[in-house]
């Protein structure tokens, strides 16, 4: 999930901590208990227009938006058992909003996912000792692989959509909100089938190359 800090809040605790989420397939509740980071939605630069001009931007549910994307490709994951994605419980979307919402007459999605153990490294990769971070970039390494022999290729390629869960030697990858097909097999002179290359590390801030060499790691910053 892309990370949202502009210090404008659209989404009010009073508004939603405490309130419950009820899914039916399959059947749960959910009691929201905390808010950790929230999307650009509406666009920034109306936070002061009157709710009439923000319910412009409102959209169709079935319009293919991030929380679809997102939907989609975890739905797809989970259906192949996908063992370094979030599985995808449920999802569901609720009624349109009110006059005094955000978005009036927009929709608002819940996506009902695994929790998944570890901890964001975007912050300490760079801090940690070397033999930490190789055998993080190794466990990347194959997950990766498995989430394209799944047949998805993640494009938000950034370390703060990994978690790290060093007890379990697990890199798991999250926030499919954008993403494509893998090319597993193609006959395409233009699209060259998607295989490992170790400049995924690099994509996804693993490592860095200040003009070193494209094929030569040795001379890049891990």
Not at 80 to 94: G, H, M, R
Not at 101 to 125: Q, R, T
Not at 193 to 221: C, K, P, Q
Request: net charge neutral; aromatic share 10%.
């Amino acid at each position: 999930m892309g990370r949202y800090e502009s210090g404008i809040k659209w989404f009010r605790k009073r508004d939603y901590i405490g309130t419950e989420v009820e899914f039916q397939d399959p059947p749960s509740r959910w009691r929201i208990e905390e808010k950790i980071c929230e999307h650009e939605i509406p666009e920034i630069n109306t936070y002061h227009d009157p709710p009439s001009e923000r319910a412009k931007q409102a959209k169709s549910e079935d319009e293919d938006g991030a929380a679809v994307r997102e939907v989609m490709a975890l739905r797809h994951l989970t259906d192949k058992e996908c063992s370094c994605t979030p599985a995808l419980i449920s999802w569901k979307v609720t009624q349109q909003q009110g006059d005094r919402a955000s978005v009036p007459g927009g929709f608002i999605y819940h996506i009902l996912m695994e929790k998944l153990p570890g901890v964001d490294i975007e912050v300490n990769f760079y801090r940690l000792d070397r033999s930490q971070r190789d055998e993080i970039r190794e466990k990347f390494k194959e997950s990766w692989l498995e989430v394209t022999k799944c047949g998805i290729i993640n494009e938000d390629s950034a370390i703060r959509n990994l978690l790290w869960d060093r007890d379990g030697k697990k890199c798991y990858i999250l926030d499919f909100e954008v993403w494509r097909k893998a090319r597993m097999d193609t006959k395409s002179k233009r699209k060259r089938r998607d295989s490992w290359h170790n400049m995924e590390y690099v994509r996804w801030n693993l490592a860095i190359r200040r003009g070193g060499d494209f094929e030569d790691m040795s001379t890049w910053v891990l």
